[in-house]
C-alpha cells in the first residue's frame, strides 16, 4: 500500500503542533507582561491607604487590601 500523502503530512502536523505551543507560550507572555506592568508602575501613579498602608492604584477609590476608602 502507497501512503501519497505520507511525505508531508507528518511535517504539516507537528508544523501545526508548533504553531499552537508558540501560540500558547506568546499568551503566557503576553499575560505575564500585562502582570508586570500593574504591578511595576511607577510610584507617582500610587497612593498608600492611610490605614493600612498598602499601595494601591492612583485611582483607586478603596483599598484593595482593607477595603477602606482612600482619601
Ligand atoms: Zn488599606
Do not use: Q
Not at 505575564?32 to 490605614?51: D, F, Q
Not at 498602608?53 to 484593595?64: E, F, L, M, P, S
Amino acid at each position: 500500500m502507497v501512503y501519497p500523502f505520507r511525505g508531508y503530512v507528518a511535517p504539516l502536523i507537528i508544523f501545526g503542533i508548533v504553531l499552537l505551543v508558540v501560540g500558547y507560550v506568546a499568551g503566557e507572555r503576553a499575560k505575564e507582561e500585562k502582570k508586570l506592568a500593574v504591578e511595576e508602575r511607577p510610584l507617582t501613579e500610587m497612593v498608600y491607604c492611610s490605614y493600612c498602608g498598602t499601595r494601591n492604584v492612583k485611582d483607586a477609590v478603596y483599598c484593595k487590601k482593607c477595603g477602606k476608602k482612600i482619601s
